[in-house]
């Protein structure tokens, strides 16, 4: 499969833990985004890179929240001591500049 | 700031019957593109049609058809004879310019429950 792929799909984690989340690109797409969606509400922005610049941090990204994406394939989300209002759907997208983002099948938080 | 409008949050129709989709959009742009995505409840989004600003003709593909009318800044969605695996969520998104990295805007949602 040469879609955009997401590990793992869901999460349960305890308030005040720390998670990690991957996303493995489409390979030759050099722009990838996270987005965050909680139930019922459209996806929103939280930051993109190209190749492995993060060029723009949505305010929705907390000090809490940080994201890397080494050598310009994969990118990893952290969330350090997670909070019940973290729980949502994470989206990772990717493609090429200018043109259409595909979607992996997201991971699902949740924060108890 | 961008801004997508779904004002219909759900629709409930029987199966054969048309149902349409709008989208409301606002961007100070004069380029951009529009979008539609899909989404099952498996959660993922499916890409269906990316619109730029300077192409107003209408597409159809199957039964899915778009009406793009940049003097009233709707992009709406038509889904004909509509079969209970168009049950779904979609989203209309609309991308910033290329110099803020094409980040999506999207709009809250449509969900629609098409029954047999």
């Known amino acids: 499969d040469t879609g955009v792929s997401q590990d793992p799909r869901h999460k349960i984690t305890k308030r005040g833990q720390n998670v990690t989340f991957r996303c493995d690109p489409i390979?030759?797409?050099?722009?990838l985004y996270w987005y965050r969606q909680t139930l019922g509400q459209g996806p929103e922005f939280l930051t993109y890179?190209?190749?492995?610049?993060?060029?723009?941090k949505s305010r929705l990204l907390s000090d809490r929240f940080s994201a890397e994406r080494p050598k310009g394939s994969f990118s990893t989300l952290e969330i350090q001591r997670t909070e019940q209002g973290d729980s949502a759907m994470y989206l990772c997208a990717s493609s090429t500049i200018s043109d259409t983002q595909y979607f992996g099948p997201g991971t699902r938080l949740t924060v108890l | 700031a961008q801004k997508v409008t779904q004002a219909q949050t759900e629709i409930s129709v029987v199966e054969k019957e048309d149902v349409t989709l709008d989208c409301v959009y606002e961007?100070?742009?004069?380029?951009?593109?529009l979008f539609w995505y899909k989404q099952p409840p498996s959660g993922e989004l499916v890409f269906l049609i990316r619109r730029n600003s300077f192409d107003e003709q209408n597409e159809i593909s199957g039964r899915y058809s778009w009406n793009f009318q940049k003097s009233t800044s709707s992009f709406n969605f038509t889904i004909t004879a509509s079969q209970v695996v168009d049950s779904a969520v979609y989203f209309c998104?609309?991308?910033?310019?290329?110099?803020?990295?094409?980040?999506?805007?999207f709009g809250g949602g449509t969900r629609v429950l098409v029954k047999p």
């Open positions: 390979s030759e797409h050099n722009r």
């Open positions: 961007t100070r742009d004069t380029t951009y593109y």
């Open positions: 998104a609309l991308s910033e310019a290329e110099a803020a990295g094409n980040k999506l805007t």
């Open positions: 890179f190209q190749n492995e610049a993060q060029l723009e």
